[in-house]
């Protein structure tokens, strides 16, 4: 694939979109949401193969598996201009914690740092270095939004979703209560001590449902998981998706958990 | 009070705390009553996150001199009259004070909080060689007479409700007329006043904790808002500081920069009600204050801490504020953890102290949202130093077979990528096609840990590297087409 | 020193030696250590209390009364026992006050307040109020700094139900690093009295319920009286 050219001649930026595991397996659309909300902001998107950043690994404490995978995962990407994923956990993983993998590796050292410093979580990379100020994209409804906690806290990810959403037409938000509180999710924590995640979750239920929103939106498939099976298995009327759907004006599409044949237009 | 460790029975413990109606209450008041409260704090506070790299600083150095900053504190604590006691574990230090308190013919002595006296179950030890330790702050009175260990670093009883106080008061107080009126959190507060005012004055030993040792000066500092340690160490006979070694801070200046981001972390205070530095026993002029003063300084485990990653928890001056930020805290209270450090700081610090064996729970149980180590004024990595412990616990072995069998399971795949993609594209067009109908599942093999609370969503089908490389085929066939988009 | 005592001091400075990898002769790590002993330097020290004067007394004022406790400024040092004596009848307390025996305190016109009784000593307890003259004031946090002493006994500080503070509008400082500085200067470097008591307000519990109540088991109410310097 060749590089395209913007109109005023600035080369296309080529951005290797990690995709995630969780995207790639569950939930595809968000993927081509990313996609397409990286071409409307002039880049040009490649996919290169792929599989996991590490972080069930690194959280595991089995640090042999994770220095593998990000191995891995810098030679598959290092030769783009920037690498972008829908996510603020796997974007912090890769940004915050790849450095100490390689700690006492002189040879890496220069390489991972390199690579670091190109790697992006979605709205963030829209806003912050692509100048993205509005997305030509409507939804007709009531959004609330979850901070999710390693895209706010590792990345600083806050502001930056909000405002995009700002530009959708039809869109209103309504911040939730604590919406920077911790979902439960935890990766392998919500399976490792299921009472304490779910008791989690059921707060976080309660806050999304007491705003009125129709819809939940976040930035972390993992965590939109976790909170659209909590709302549903308590049968309200929430739907869950990730902001970049949203964003790419893909908010029609059944939402998380919903069935695909029905509901497929609200 | 005892120090028995529960916590290999986390789960059990937290599901136990989670069906208990009444701490669910008291635990529901932990995140609204303190967080907005240090927020606005630091908020008014411009230099706030400059004092927090300040205090960082001044530890790190502190640390890495310890040895030097100990001889300078022994020094001048001996110069001024006192006496420092070096203590290598639990049974060392309970030994020197019953020993003080035995040689004074000790029979009741007041304490003031330490955290430290829990660690090492100093109450027990002395209510067993005859001498009746009386706890002065309100809320480890509380507890005390409820046989309970603390739930909290800075607000040990808040577990608890006032009508479970008011019956342990009915219940304790029994020379009180029974017809009194104890409905309100200020008649419980006068009537632990007056009683406790009566142990003050009578007792012949007062123990009190230390927030920070001062080389400088060979001080001791305690910080309360009640003033119970005050009272502890001003009237009887003897005081004895119980610090472990990490407390130490270089001079008067370096000890005034943390001081003014633990109250601010803690409770949102600018500064507590009392800070008080004592150095020495009474002066010869001096109307009051203790004829002996006695330092006993704790190892317990921790010098050893000083030689790889965990040096950094030895930063920790002990606000709470990461534990009032926890979710996990609170959900199951300080009592889950099972034993004497909860919250983020306990589950760094607990296999450290009692061994990863018994231990390891603790630093599993976190989702590392990562809040405890943005509030942390001592900026301590909390969730790095959580997964510090899940690397020795993978490196030895202890992770569950099941788990480990399941992270062995994905990293054969996920390290082999061109196996990792054809098997993930059947699996979810598989779970795809059972899930079409509802959309999710209630239940699926293998993940009852998850479904059990809520359902597992359907995938669409198919994985996104496979429909995306389908699409630019596509896009290739038709390059005119979309090239005018 | 037990034998007990000394093996243990023993084990405990090696094990911190090994962990550090130090043999305790390095003479840099010493040098830095006597450095900073020698020199205290005093970090980072909020704007918030760096004011002229008038501004300075005017936020220690603001900050003594946002931690709940009440303060009067007076013009001067002679005005100290009326305003202890209004002070007692507001409260609707008995006209008796201890004190200890600071000299500040000693000198003043207490004729001026001829119903009032003044004891003079350490607290046992009984007092009802209680009147020292704080050595410092700290506009930063509105506290006040105590030093024990035959002057002002400490439990002058703690058992009374009311604890009343002369402050010196002359002693107040912006921050705390000026008080230590002019405690250095009367004791000498590295040498403290007994007590030094920084007191920010009355003290309080919320140990039931996390509900904030006043008077836990020290003063259940503190009273400044800040004596002297410009008002606003």
């Not at chain 2, 013919?105 to 330790?133: F, Q, Y």
Request: proline share 6%; charged share 20%.
């Amino acid at each position: 694939m060749t590089a395209h050219t913007s109109p005023h001649g600035a080369r296309h930026p080529r951005v290797g979109l990690f995709c995630t595991c969780l995207v790639d397996t569950i939930r595809p659309s968000v993927g081509f949401a990313a996609a397409k909300l990286l071409e409307d902001a002039g880049c040009e998107v490649n996919v290169p193969p792929q599989t996991c950043c590490g972080q069930p690994a690194f959280n595991s404490g089995d640090r042999a598996t994770t220095r593998a995978l990000a191995e891995e995962m810098i030679t598959a990407f290092e030769t783009f201009d920037y690498v972008v994923a829908p996510s603020g956990s796997c974007a912090g993983m890769i940004k915050t914690h790849y450095p100490e993998l390689f700690t006492g590796e002189p040879d890496w050292a220069g390489r991972v740092e390199r690579f670091c410093a190109k790697v992006f979580e979605l709205t963030s990379f829209l806003v912050d270095v692509r100048g993205v100020t509005g997305v030509a994209a409507a939804y007709d409804g009531t959004v609330t939004y979850h901070d999710s906690c390693s895209g706010l806290r590792e990345l600083g990810v806050k502001a930056q979703p909000r405002r995009l959403l700002a530009s959708v037409e039809g869109l209103a938000l309504e911040e939730m209560k604590d919406a920077d509180t911790c979902c439960g999710f935890g990766g392998t924590f919500c399976v490792k001590y299921p009472d304490v995640s779910n008791a989690i979750v059921e707060k976080k239920a309660a806050n999304i449902a007491a705003t009125g929103a129709d819809t939940l939106l976040a930035g972390d498939l993992g965590c939109l998981m976790n909170m659209a099976g909590k709302l549903q298995r308590e049968g309200r009327a929430v739907r869950a998706l990730h902001v970049a759907e949203v964003l790419a004006g893909m908010g029609d599409e059944p939402a998380i958990g919903e069935p695909a044949e029905k509901g497929a237009k609200r | 009070m005892s120090v028995e460790i529960t916590t290999p029975r986390f789960k059990d413990n937290a599901k136990k705390a989670l069906a208990d109606l009444p701490l669910q209450g008291a635990l529901s008041k932990v995140g609204p009553g303190f967080i907005g409260k240090r927020a606005a704090a630091a908020e008014k506070l411009p230099e706030f996150d400059g004092l927090r790299d300040s205090a960082r600083d001044i530890k790190n150095h502190t640390l890495a001199h310890l040895d030097l900053y100990l001889e300078r504190f022994e020094a001048k604590a001996k110069a001024a009259g006192g006496h420092v006691h070096f203590a290598v574990d639990a049974a060392d230090a309970r030994a020197i004070v019953t020993d003080i308190c035995q040689r004074l013919g000790a029979r009741t002595v007041t304490k003031g909080k330490s955290m430290i006296s829990e660690e090492i179950g100093l109450n027990d030890h002395l209510a067993a060689v005859g001498i009746e330790p009386v706890e002065t702050d309100l809320g480890e009175y509380l507890i005390q007479i409820r046989g309970e260990a603390p739930s909290h670093i800075i607000a040990p009883a808040i577990h608890l409700n006032k009508d479970q106080v008011e019956a342990d008061f009915r219940r304790v107080h029994a020379h009180l007329p029974p017809e009194r009126d104890l409905s309100e959190p200020t008649s419980l507060l006068a009537e632990a006043r007056g009683e406790l005012r009566q142990k003050f004055l009578a007792a012949d030993v007062g123990i009190t904790g230390a927030n920070f040792l001062v080389a400088e000066t060979g001080t001791s500092i305690i910080v309360t808002n009640e003033g119970n340690g005050d009272l502890t160490q001003t009237l009887p006979k003897a005081h004895i500081v119980l610090a472990s070694l990490e407390k130490l801070v270089p001079t008067l200046e370096d000890v005034s920069q943390i001081l003014r981001v633990l109250a601010r972390s803690a409770t949102g205070q600018d500064m507590s009600v009392y800070t008080t530095f004592s150095t020495g026993p009474r002066r010869p002029d001096d109307p009051d204050g203790p004829g002996e003063y006695h330092v006993v300084i704790l190892d317990n485990g921790r010098s050893a801490m000083l030689g790889g990653q965990l040096r950094e928890v030895l930063r920790c001056i002990r606000c709470g504020a990461c534990m009032n930020h926890c979710p996990v805290y609170h959900a199951v209270g300080g009592h889950a953890y099972g034993w004497v450090y909860p919250g983020p700081i306990g589950s760094v610090l607990t296999p450290a102290l009692i061994g990863v064996e018994k231990g390891r729970n603790l630093p599993n149980a976190s989702t590392f949202c990562g809040r405890c180590e943005e509030v942390c004024p001592m900026r301590i990595p909390l969730p790095k130093l959580m997964r510090h412990w899940r690397e020795k616990e993978f490196e030895r072995h202890l992770t569950p077979a099941t788990q480990r069998f399941g992270l062995g399971v994905w990293a054969f795949f996920a390290r082999r990528g061109w196996l990792y993609r054809p098997a993930t594209r059947l699996a979810m067009g598989a779970l795809s096609l059972l899930g079409r109908a509802k959309g999710r599942f209630a239940s699926l093999p293998l993940a009852g840990g998850w479904t059990q609370h809520r359902d597992f969503p359907a995938p669409q089908g198919g994985t996104f590297q496979a429909q995306w490389r389908a699409r630019q085929a596509e896009r290739r066939a038709a390059p005119r087409q979309e090239a005018s988009r | 020193m037990s034998s007990r005592d000394t093996s243990s001091r023993d084990t405990v400075f090696a094990s911190i030696r090994a962990s550090l990898g130090v043999t305790s002769q390095e003479a840099p790590r010493r040098q830095a250590v006597a450095d900073r002993l020698a020199g205290h330097p005093r970090g980072l020290v909020p704007a918030r209390g760096q004011l002229p004067e008038a501004e300075r007394l005017a936020l220690f004022r603001d900050m003594v009364i946002a931690a709940a406790a009440t303060i009067d400024h007076l013009p001067s040092a002679a005005e100290v026992p009326e305003a202890v004596a209004a002070y007692l009848r507001s409260r609707n307390l008995p006209m008796t006050i201890l004190r200890g025996a600071d000299a500040r305190l000693a000198t003043l016109p207490w004729e001026r307040a001829p119903a009032l009784d003044v004891w003079i000593g350490p607290s046992d307890g009984r007092q009802l109020a209680g009147l020292s003259h704080a050595f410092a004031g700290v506009a930063e946090s509105g506290t006040v700094v105590m030093l024990s002493g035959p002057e002002n006994p400490s439990t002058l500080n703690l058992l009374p139900d009311h604890h009343l503070v002369v402050v010196d509008a002359a002693d107040v400082a912006g921050d705390y690093e000026t008080v230590w500085d002019r405690i250095r200067a009367r004791y000498g470097e590295g040498v403290l009295p007994r007590t030094v008591n920084w007191i920010t307000g009355p003290s309080r519990s919320a140990d039931i319920e996390q509900t904030l109540l006043l008077g836990a088991h020290g003063p259940r109410s503190l009273h400044v009286l800040l004596v002297g310097g410009p008002t606003r």
